[in-house]
């Protein structure tokens, strides 16, 4: 029963490791929201759609993707090197 005396070991140390992990002091509360800065303000203009696609050379790259299209704002396809 050479294992006994390092089991204990261990588990006496898992369990201060509880102990310590629930004796940490609460997370401050926020008071209040940081103020916006330029990059956290809004856009007001929206952006024209531009379609683009990206288009592998040859499927020989090591990949499963052999091209990708937005076709519109909310549609992006893509066409697969083997079904």
């Known amino acids: 029963m050479?294992?006994?005396p390092l089991f204990t070991l261990l588990a006496a140390l898992l369990m201060a490791a509880f102990?310590?992990?629930?004796c940490q002091p609460a997370a401050p509360e926020a008071t209040e929201a940081p103020e916006p800065t330029e990059a956290m303000?809004?856009?007001?203009e929206e952006m024209a759609f531009e379609p683009m696609s990206l288009a592998a050379d040859s499927c020989d790259?090591?990949?499963k993707i052999s091209s990708v299209e937005a076709v519109d704002e909310l549609t992006v396809k893509f066409t697969l090197c083997k079904p």
Do not use: D, Q, R, S
Request: no cysteine.
């Open 19 to 22: 102990v310590l992990a629930a």
């Open 61 to 63: 790259y090591g990949g």
């Open 2 to 4: 050479k294992n006994k």
């Open 41 to 44: 303000v809004e856009p007001t």
